[in-house]
């Protein structure tokens, strides 16, 4: 971890960011999760408090999933598998809609796609700085 401290920072980032605007939205909008509405099936699992969209597990597993794409792309498909993984986790035990899933990727994309460009945004600053100016 301290030979790439920039991987956990920016992991990090993510994962907090995805989860803060998670709960915003979630808070904004107001859907009912499935177990709340429909009495059967029973939830696997204990029902969580709150509303249901966009999904917070979807999200910051998608944000990391994508900020961790960034630093090692050849394992890309295997951070995305396993994000899709918990996403469809969460329908299965019952509570969330496929529609919550969906918009946890949207959102935990976009977050990651963000810290991204700033970590892009950030390293290119850098090397601009190092080169010598022609004059």
């Known amino acids: 971890m301290w030979r790439r401290a920039s991987v956990f920072i920016a992991v990090g980032l993510a994962d907090l960011a995805a ?14 999760r499935p177990p709340l509405r429909y009495a059967n099936p029973h939830a696997l699992v204990g029902v969580p408090s709150g509303s249901s969209f ?5 999200s910051t597993s998608f944000a990391c999933a994508t900020v961790l794409s960034f630093f ?7 951070f995305y598998l396993l994000a ?12 969330h809609w496929p529609l919550d899933v969906v918009g946890g990727i949207v959102l935990g994309v976009a ?5 991204t460009a700033l970590l892009r945004r950030g390293a290119g600053r850098r090397l ?8």
């Open 84 to 95: 899709l993984a918990i996403g469809f986790s969460r329908i299965y035990v019952g509570v």
């Open 128 to 135: 601009s700085a190092r080169r010598p100016r022609r004059g």
């Open 54 to 58: 966009p999904s917070g597990h979807t």
């Open 19 to 32: 989860n803060s605007l998670a709960s915003a939205l979630k808070a904004a909008i107001g859907v009912e």
């Open 111 to 115: 977050v990651g796609l963000a810290v």
């Open 72 to 78: 090692v792309p050849r394992a890309a498909p295997a």
